[in-house]
């Protein structure tokens, strides 16, 4: 697979991940896919999340937490099958304190050999994400 097919595959993952879920985890995960998402102990969605039931009840959890807006993403960047998405999470709302927050972070989405997604890692800067949860 080349390097613009695994940005491509990253891009068309994230564009169904929210919008049709069933889709997104048939064509896109592997067997052994895992999401990690390490946050502070105050963010209740952090942790790692395996399979497509983890990564559903990931999302599950984000949504009772967070109102997000859509990721905006600025850069793919890809390497021997390894994507890094650098982007942005604009005026998200914390729906227990009611305050909003922006997040930059780079996602590391990694690929096997069948160019299935088998390993997500989120790299967030929490500043101020932790101050909207804190209230």
């Given at each position: 697979?080349?390097?613009?097919?695994?940005?491509?595959?990253?891009?068309?993952?994230?564009?169904?991940?929210?919008?049709?879920?069933?889709?997104?985890s048939?064509?896109?995960?592997?067997?052994?896919?895992?999401?990690?998402?390490?946050l502070?102990?105050?963010?209740?969605?952090?942790?790692?999340?395996?399979?497509?039931?983890?990564?559903?009840?990931?999302?599950?959890?984000?949504?009772?937490?967070?109102?997000?807006?859509?990721?905006?993403?600025?850069?793919?960047?890809?390497?021997?099958?390894?994507?890094?998405?650098?982007?942005?999470?604009?005026?998200?709302?914390?729906?227990?304190?009611?305050?909003?927050?922006?997040?930059?972070?780079?996602?590391?989405?990694r690929?096997?050999?069948?160019?299935?997604?088998?390993?997500?890692?989120?790299?967030?800067?929490?500043?101020?994400?932790?101050?909207?949860?804190?209230?």
């Open positions: 697979m080349s390097n613009h097919d695994y940005v491509q595959r990253t891009q068309e993952f994230y564009a169904l991940l929210l919008s049709d879920f069933q889709s997104a048939e064509n896109y995960l592997a067997d052994d896919f895992e999401w990690e998402n390490p502070p102990d105050l963010i209740p969605f952090g942790g790692t999340y395996a399979g497509a039931e983890g990564l559903l009840r990931y999302l599950t959890e984000i949504n009772a937490a967070i109102e997000m807006s859509p990721l905006h993403f600025t850069d793919m960047i890809e390497s021997d099958g390894v994507v890094a998405a650098i982007g942005v999470e604009e005026n998200t709302r914390v729906k227990q304190t009611g305050k909003h927050y922006t997040m930059p972070f780079v996602h590391v989405v690929f096997d050999a069948n160019s299935k997604i088998s390993h997500v890692r989120e790299y967030n800067d929490t500043r101020d994400m932790v101050a909207a949860f804190e209230g």
